[in-house]
């Protein structure tokens, strides 16, 4: 997460899927810069227990659909694991 | 819901089934692409990935069998499943051709799927519109 | 301009993404695609001398780095604040590598439609 968001240009998108949506958690809130859109894939984090209230209300979620929507408005897409 | 402008994408995966979420973020990522009328070119499994090919996967009977949802969808579909032979043959995971070649007594590889080289991971990252990769 | 960039994260050694990266540049190189390397994060351990991967029985990845001149990749940055974090100097280093800030580091990224991130 830190070295996605290190990356990031300003105006990027951010999606957070499978582990990743612990970083949309409220504890990490202060880590997410204010020049990027943050996303989160629902269906990883109802997975994993993560209700909206433990969510950060910057991130906004998104289903598998939503996650095509954003790579379809990408010029480049590019996965951090 | 159609999408405005249809492209052409290609998919990777690197994380093996069971242990690792990606083939399954992959599938349904594949779903919902082709539900807003999108074409998949390739999917090219690399890394830990090439798990994903092996006919001798056996689930528990309540567990979906992954490499067989890849198999049913990309021939309802036509869409390519290759494996990087390479990183396949290392980790035990051969076609008849390369079971030959070796002196192997059996191969694996499932039915639908080709071993071919990492070119075809470059050739869809040049080729297609997009490349989304699913990591491990 | 460079078509290709590969970003190498992950430490050597312990798992076979370096190798399996470093593959990915060589043959996109052999493809005619002009490769550019990024090292970052743990993946700068990657550049490290005196590795001595046989001590485990590996092959390790520095035949290969050291061939990269010859598929004309020589485009390789390293991220800055990722050396410095891990107390490491541009000296320690195998590798003729640029060292960049994370401006630069932004720019590369956006630069490049091709992007493998292992």
């Not at chain 1, 996605?4 to 240009?9: F, G, V």
């Not at chain 2, 001798?56 to 990309?74: G, H, K, M, R, S």
């Amino acid at each position: 997460m830190q070295e996605c968001l290190y990356s990031a240009s300003s105006g990027d998108s951010v999606l957070f899927i499978e582990d990743g949506v612990y970083g949309a958690t409220s504890a990490f809130k202060e880590r997410l810069r204010d020049d990027l859109s943050y996303f989160v894939l629902q269906n990883d984090a109802a997975a994993r227990g993560l209700s909206a209230c433990l969510l950060t209300g910057q991130c906004q979620p998104v289903d598998y659909s939503g996650f095509v929507e954003l790579t379809e408005q990408a010029d480049s897409v590019c996965s951090w694991f | 819901m159609k999408s405005c402008n249809e492209m052409n994408y290609s998919i990777a995966i690197y994380g093996g089934p069971y242990s690792d979420q990606a083939s399954l973020s992959a599938l349904h990522f594949a779903r919902a692409l082709l539900k807003r009328e999108h074409r998949i070119q390739r999917v090219f499994f690399y890394h830990d990935g090439v798990y994903n090919s092996s006919a001798l996967v056996t689930p528990p009977q309540d567990e979906i069998n992954v490499p067989t949802q890849w198999q049913t969808l990309a021939s309802e579909h036509g869409i390519e499943l290759v494996v990087c032979i390479a990183a396949a043959v290392r980790r035990g995971l051969l076609d008849e051709k390369e079971a030959k070649r070796y002196s192997k007594s059996s191969y694996n590889l499932a039915e639908g799927y080709t071993l071919s080289g990492l070119g075809q991971l470059i050739d869809a990252s040049i080729n297609c519109d997009k490349l989304i990769t699913f990591g491990a | 301009m460079s078509e290709l960039l590969i970003i190498f994260r992950k430490p050597p050694i312990g798992t076979s993404w370096a190798r399996e990266a470093i593959d990915l540049a060589l043959v996109g190189a052999a493809f005619g695609q002009q490769a550019t390397l990024l090292f970052m994060g743990d993946g700068v351990y990657q550049l490290l001398s005196n590795q001595q991967p046989d001590q485990v029985e590996q092959k390790g990845t520095q035949a290969m780095m050291k061939a990269l001149p010859m598929y004309d990749i020589d485009q390789v940055f390293v991220c800055e604040k990722s050396l410095s974090e891990r107390g490491l100097r541009a000296n320690l280093l195998d590798f003729e590598c640029q060292s960049i800030s994370q401006a630069s580091l932004q720019k590369l990224l956006n630069s490049h439609r091709q992007v493998f991130n292992f």
